[in-house]
Nanobody, 122 residues
């Protein structure tokens, strides 16, 4: 089970940190991703982190502004979002991928959280 939290209403240029709490005794072996979906748009890849935390990948629209990290002792993945823009407004989802390889395709993730709303005002 995945539970995303930390969303809210912020202003352009602000920062926000999302958390994704994951149940499971083997969380340290889970490969995790973040996606987002704005109204009327397709789900968009935000980032991915390997189970070891040693490799992270980002979507082009967030590269350099967002950072994914994880704390395996707390079964939690984080998405630090800096320099937020109005176009970052979306529902943000965390997801778990069963395969050990990297993917930016939402259909290749197997478990999803319920999403948390992020709204960035201009």
């Amino acid at each position: 089970q995945l539970q995303a939290s930390g969303g809210g209403l912020v202003q352009s240029g602000d920062s926000l940190r999302l958390s994704c709490s994951v149940s499971g005794r083997t969380f340290s072996r889970y490969n995790m991703g973040w996606f987002r979906q704005a109204p009327g748009k397709e789900r968009e890849f935000v980032g991915y982190i390997r189970w070891s935390g040693g490799s992270a990948y980002y979507g082009d629209s967030v590269k350099g502004r967002f950072t994914i990290s994880r704390d395996n002792a707390k079964n939690t993945v984080y998405l630090q979002m800096n320099s937020l823009k109005p176009e970052d407004t979306a529902v943000y989802y965390c997801a778990r991928r069963l395969s050990p390889t990297y993917s930016s395709t939402s259909g290749e993730y197997h478990y999803w959280g319920q999403g948390t709303q992020v709204t960035v005002s201009s």
